[in-house]
């Protein structure tokens, strides 16, 4: 019986120990490699001082070492810290101080960073994957790989002990350590695997980096099934033309993205000469997907099912909507329902449930629910109802901070964020919606709505969009388009047409670097 993540891969190299486990690019290991190679990272983390529970952060763009790099860290009883490679060097250091990493596992192509961060740190006691570094101990992969394992004594791991630590921005600008365990890991891993009915015959597209949650559908539920999880490599996720390529070649079975990513492949990623006939299903997920563009991808791959799949960090994910058929309106799709081992209240601004059909934050339940943040036992508790029971005991929700509704099929439909609904010269406006009318355009790929302060206290709205390659509009008609759905008061005062949004990390659209740059009247 499988209890916590540090067994998986010792699972499936016993069934099947040839098997390709992981692959990036031509090069790859098997499950039988992989088992014996994260046995050796972990011997020599417990070395080295590890300590169960201690932080491990994982410091690389998308590569192979990063599957060695996370079982062989949960092997040792660690929990990984995944540290996005491409952020601010200030956060880095932020992030490691604040979960207190003594463990740092990198390459050599991060070299140069891992220096800088060496210097400005007094608490490393390891970096594993780099040269020679004054005043810490380091380890090349290489020689990690000679260890022997004659006295190697895994450490007992239950299904509670802490896996990993997930940072993400939050409203504050300041990082927030979101808490898993091998057991709401584990969950995450058996709920994806039933959703697809994955077996050891797919092969699983790894196209987010490991500090973002999407990456762990191929680290954790491919090993649970014996699959083979293909990591794509950053210039290829970056390149649609190179990717669609690559994909093809690959025949990935298991796909799952940001919306972004399949909007890119189908716009410039040339797929109309390459064979997709492999693809099962196709799954998305983090922001909301244009209806046009979705429903013209799926047009072009009739033979795979799509799926939105819906969830905050703190639960992974909790919501689907397969998608039977191409969308025949524009409207907005559902996020579905919950899987399983899952449920939902849909609460008023007084916890209270609302009627059926009506908007109200949506709580849920369920066993992927983090058990908290790190070092913040006032922001855990401010983001969880509790449902007091006669007995005593406390059914705990996370507040997704979401506003749904039920439709008719009770089906949840998306309506917006709670921080993103203002109040604006008196009326209640919801900024998400006003970019969902601004989607419909034709010419329209992507819209994001902000509001921006001017002079003394006045607030203005305004619109930021990126059109269709070849597309020729005016804002003062796409103001006129807006005018037409939505009431005047949420119609932008000014709309901007760029070429491509900042993004984050994880290729979402950068709000707060639009709102800076609307603010300098850089844009």
């Known amino acids: 019986m499988i209890y916590n993540l540090a067994q998986l891969i010792e699972k499936s190299a016993a069934l099947f120990p040839e098997k390709e486990a992981f692959r990036c690019l031509d090069d790859f290991v098997s499950y039988a490699e992989l088992d014996v ?8 983390l417990i070395s080295s001082g590890l300590r169960k529970g201690d932080r491990v952060g994982i410091y690389m763009n998308r590569c192979l070492e990063t599957s060695l790099a996370v079982h062989g860290v949960l092997k040792a009883g660690g929990a990984f810290v995944a540290i996005n490679p491409f ?54 992969w290489e020689d990690i790989f000679t260890i022997p394992l004659e006295d190697y004594n895994p450490p007992e791991i239950l299904g509670s002990d802490l896996a990993s630590i997930l940072y993400t921005s939050g409203s504050t600008g300041v990082p927030k350590g979101i808490m898993h365990t091998h057991y709401s890991g584990l969950s995450l891993a058996r709920l994806e695997a039933a959703l697809h009915n994955s077996t050891q015959e797919d092969r699983i597209g790894n196209f987010a980096p490991l500090h973002f949650d999407q990456s762990l559908f191929g680290y954790f539920s491919g090993p649970l099934v014996c699959a083979t999880t293909v990591i794509f490599p950053d210039a290829y996720v970056k390149l649609p033309k190179s990717l669609s390529a690559l994909v093809a070649k690959e025949k990935i079975t298991l796909w799952f993205s940001v919306p972004l990513i399949l909007s890119q492949i189908l716009l410039n990623g040339d797929i109309d000469n390459h064979d997709f006939s492999a693809l099962r299903w196709v799954r998305f997920g983090g922001e ?5 563009q979705l429903r013209e991808l799926m047009l072009k791959w009739p033979h795979a099912k799509f799926i939105n799949s819906y969830g905050p960090s703190e639960l992974f994910r909790c919501t689907y909507y397969i998608l039977k058929e191409p969308p025949k309106t524009d409207n907005p799709i559902p996020l579905g329902t919950v899987w399983g081992n899952t449920e939902y209240k849909i609460l008023d601004e007084k916890d209270q449930t609302v009627k059926q059909g009506w908007p109200g934050e949506l709580v849920v339940r369920t066993d992927t ?48 964020r709670i921080d993103r609904q203002i109040k604006l010269r008196g009326y209640r406006i919801e900024l998400d919606e006003i970019e969902a009318t601004l989607l419909k355009h034709d010419s329209i790929e992507e819209a994001a709505v902000i509001v921006v302060q001017k002079k003394e206290e006045n607030k203005e709205l305004e619109a930021v969009v990126r059109l269709s390659k070849g597309a020729e509009v005016s804002t003062r008609d796409l103001m006129l388009f807006c005018k037409k759905i939505i009431p005047s008061y949420a119609v932008p005062e000014h709309i901007t047409i760029i070429e491509d949004f900042p993004r984050t990390g994880t290729g979402k659209i950068d709000r707060n670097e639009i709102i800076k740059l609307l603010e300098t009247k850089v844009l």
């Open 288 to 292: 909301v997907f244009p209806v046009k």
């Open 369 to 416: 629910l983090m058990v908290g943040y790190w070092n913040n036992k006032e922001l855990t508790e401010k983001s969880l109802y509790r449902e007091h029971l006669a007995s005593g005991y406390d059914y705990i929700y996370y507040r997704t901070g979401d506003l749904v509704k039920e439709n008719n099929n009770n089906e949840l439909m998306f309506i917006g």
């Open 37 to 44: 190679k994260t046995n050796q990272l972990a011997a020599h």
């Open 87 to 140: 952020s601010p060097h200030k956060r880095t250091i932020t992030i490691m101080q604040d979960c207190g990493i003594e463990f740092l596992l990198s390459n050599s192509s991060q070299s140069n960073k891992i220096k800088a961060i060496a210097t400005e740190t007094t608490f490393l006691k390891l970096i594993v994957g780099v040269s020679e570094i004054e005043g810490v101990k380091t380890i090349s």
